[in-house]
């Protein structure tokens, strides 16, 4: 290599080490952010129905939104050339959102998110039953090993299973096919605009649900729902500007510190200290989760 070869080099490392410092950083204030968007919900299911803390989420989110997408895709991010691909993913962010925090009000927040983990597994099968991606015998193996980690976890059959750890495990099935539904989405479309029609699909659609199961609102419960729509949208924001700075496989593990937060606001809000079961299956999902994403990471370099 030539020295101007050489300082080239240096200087494109140079540059991707703050640009990926960056993108985990926003991961984990994302992460962060999501946490204590889930802590909110969970406080709010003693009193209200899933779908009217989803709808007045969106209904609260919707404006930020909007402001969110105008200032980084400009009114173009407005624009929707298939806006059916967006109510159906709209339909299944509602359920989605409907299972987890119904989930959330039966189980302990960590148990509840290390379950959301096993969404990298459905995706990887999914991809490969529905989708036809080839996906060798390394990453069956690590989704045969997430699938593990998950029956220790929920532990079927045994005197501790809840019927309520399958809400957050079809959580993150739902949560699977509304990731691979992007390619549903046109391709001219900014990733500000699947944002955008997302919070705004999912504010009708749980409108119109929460109709059957409104139940008038506490002055005193009114900045719940604010946490619960600021911290969502910004964790959510933050979590896709570290996708766009950063490669997949460098940020996406940091994911997975959703389950320090999870430990520790569900101690300190109702003194929730998950079994040991809980982080030992945990651990087998994430080892399964990162295997995944690095395999991916390679398959597409």
Known sequence: MTRAGARQAAAAQAAARPSAARGIALMCIGVACLSVN???????????????????????????????????????????????AHLVRGLLWVVAAYLFFTGLRHLGLAEATVLIFAAPVFITALSALFL?????????????????????????????????????????????????SARWVDPRESVWTMMLYLVGMGAVLSGIASLFVWQPVAPGDLWLFA??????????????????????????????????????????????????FTYAGAAVIIASGIFIVWREARAGG
């Open 38 to 84: 889930d802590a909110f919900g969970k406080t709010l299911t003693a009193d209200y129905s899933a779908v009217q803390i989803l709808f007045l989420r969106n209904l609260i989110a919707l404006p930020i939104a909007v402001v969110i997408a105008l200032g980084l895709g400009g009114r173009a991010a407005l624009r929707s050339h298939r806006p059916g």
């Open 132 to 180: 036809g991606e080839e996906v060798g015998w390394k990453r069956w193996s690590a989704v045969l090993v997430g699938f593990l980690g998950v029956l220790i976890v929920v532990r079927p059959g045994s005197a501790t299973f809840q019927p309520a750890s399958l809400y957050p495990l079809a959580t993150a099935f739902v949560y699977a096919v509304l990731m691979i």
């Open 227 to 276: 946490g619960v729509a600021v911290f969502g949208t910004a964790g959510m924001t933050m979590m896709t500007q570290a996708f766009r700075l950063s490669e997949a496989v460098v940020v996406a593990p940091f994911d997975y510190t959703a389950l320090i937060w999870a430990t520790l606001l569900g101690w300190l809000i109702w003194r929730e200290v998950p079994d040991g």
